[in-house]
């Protein structure tokens, strides 16, 4: 199990060249943590990089720009997390809804761009964290046998804020506009 964990902990890194892994890392992870979790934009041609459903009609949109390099996140990718929110209403409806991340080394967005409210950001700091999480929920259940045992899981979930409706709160930051 650990040796799972460590496989796609492992590709969640800002690095040049790295996207694809980081991506299919970042579905691992979801999956492991029990989410469903896919890439529409691979899988589709379009919508996020990675989508998972956190339960009660609630999900998670995340573009990975792990690969960026500059100090503000760009017009052009708040524009793409923007247009992924386009996409997501048209498949979901009304009735679902959905936070919008975006994985990027800075949480400062440049004047130019127009986010959208309730924009987070998984900075590499976070990023971090949410790894820690996650090796803590593995080595946990290993350590402990509890395969099997669902409540035991739940609250190991529960106490490292990695349930659904949880996660994106505690390990993603809320975007500050840069300064003129």
């Known amino acids: 199990m650990l040796i799972g964990y460590n496989a796609f902990l492992d590709d969640l890194v800002f690095q040049p060249d790295s996207f694809r892994q980081f991506e299919a890392a ?45 100090d ?28 919008s991340v975006i994985v990027h080394p800075s949480r400062v967005v440049s004047i130019y761009a127009s986010p959208e409210p309730g924009l987070r950001v998984l900075t590499p700091a976070k990023l971090e964290e949410l790894k820690t999480a996650c090796r803590t929920l593995a080595m946990g259940i290993a350590q402990s046998g509890n395969f099997g045992d669902i409540p035991a899981i739940a609250k190991a979930l529960n106490q490292l804020g990695l349930m659904g409706g949880r996660i994106v709160g505690r390990y993603s930051e809320a975007f500050v506009m840069a300064k003129a």
């Open 26 to 70: 970042v579905q691992e992870m979801g999956e492991h943590l029990g989410f469903v979790a896919h890439r529409p934009e691979l899988e589709f041609g379009k919508g996020p990089d990675n989508l998972w459903a956190l339960g009660n009609t609630r999900f998670s949109m995340i573009e990975c720009k792990n690969e960026a390099t500059a």
């Open 72 to 99: 503000e996140i760009s017009k052009e990718y708040v524009d793409k997390s923007s247009g992924r929110r386009n996409w997501f209403n048209d498949t979901y409806g009304p009735g679902c809804k959905a936070e």
